[in-house]
């Protein structure tokens, strides 16, 4: 996990995540921080800020520290909704790829009263910003796909466990299957003979669409500041050989949400 967690190309899109912080802030609650990619983007977006990073994970924490070494980089061990920090206390909140997790392995409630808590963290005019999958939507679109990405598509629609995953051969070997099904399907093959396999395949990368989540951020007494799709899904299906043959835009692998308090 600590090596998915430090790949790289995650940096591009946690940069949108700071870049939406206010530069004036005095304190960061980093949610499901893992190994701290987006501490030194903190730091350089609100230098005097004190960064605090929250995870379950003891080994995951211990990376962030040898990552970020400083005296305004925190750590706290802890799973959302229960963070163990005082209310009215915190310039901003981010999270980057939490929710979803909160959302499938505690439920819809506990994902509720993680923003609740996190409202009641924040100080006035504090926010709230998201990075997170999203579900595309329940539309479908006629699929081509390479050999291999097939053979792969059958393997994924064996091993994955939280709804049945289908599609229809369609003529001229092509697929029609829904858009949320294929975009978990191309966001879980990295996953395929790892040792997160197990793992990937007993969770969805698609359980609210951006406006879905963005309403539980309303409920919780926020104000949606700014929302968009970030990460082309093009950019996951080309290198698998795979070609959505629909003329219509596709909603990006990622939502980028603001909410303020």
């Given at each position: 996990m600590a090596k998915v967690l430090s790949h790289r190309g995650r940096v591009k899109y946690m940069k949108h995540v700071a870049n939406q912080v206010d530069r004036?802030?005095?304190?960061?609650?980093?949610?499901?921080?893992?190994?701290?990619?987006?501490?030194?983007?903190?730091?350089?977006?609100?230098?005097?800020?004190?960064?605090?990073?929250?995870?379950?994970?003891?080994f995951l924490l211990g990376e962030m520290r040898t990552r970020n070494p400083g005296s305004n980089v925190e750590t706290l061990q802890g799973r959302m909704p229960e963070i163990p920090i005082q209310t009215n206390s915190i310039d901003a909140i981010v999270a980057v790829q939490a929710l979803?997790?909160?959302?499938?392995?505690?439920?819809?409630?506990?994902?509720?009263q993680t923003l609740d808590v996190a409202h009641s963290l924040l100080r006035e005019g504090g926010v709230f910003v998201a990075m997170d999958h999203q579900n595309p939507g329940e539309g479908l679109a006629r699929v081509k796909m390479s050999e291999k990405s097939l053979e792969k598509l059958t393997y994924f629609r064996d091993r994955f466990q939280p709804r049945r995953i289908q599609y229809t051969d369609m003529p001229g070997g092509d697929l029609e299957m829904s858009l949320r099904d294929l975009y978990d399907f191309v966001t879980k093959i990295w996953s395929f003979g790892t040792d997160l396999e197990e793992e990937e395949m007993n969770e969805t990368h698609t359980p609210f669409t951006a406006e879905e989540i963005a309403s539980k951020f309303l409920e919780a007494g926020f104000t949606i500041e700014h929302l968009q799709n970030l990460n082309p899904i093009e950019q996951r299906l080309k290198p698998f050989g795979i070609k959505v043959l629909d003329e219509f835009d596709l909603p990006g692998r990622y939502f980028l949400l603001k909410a303020r308090k």
């Open positions: 004036r802030s005095s304190t960061i609650l980093d949610l499901g921080c893992g190994v701290g990619m987006l501490a030194p983007l903190l730091r350089s977006r609100a230098p005097q800020a004190n960064i605090v990073g929250l995870d379950m994970s003891q979803h997790e909160v959302f499938h392995f505690m439920g819809s409630s506990q994902l509720k």
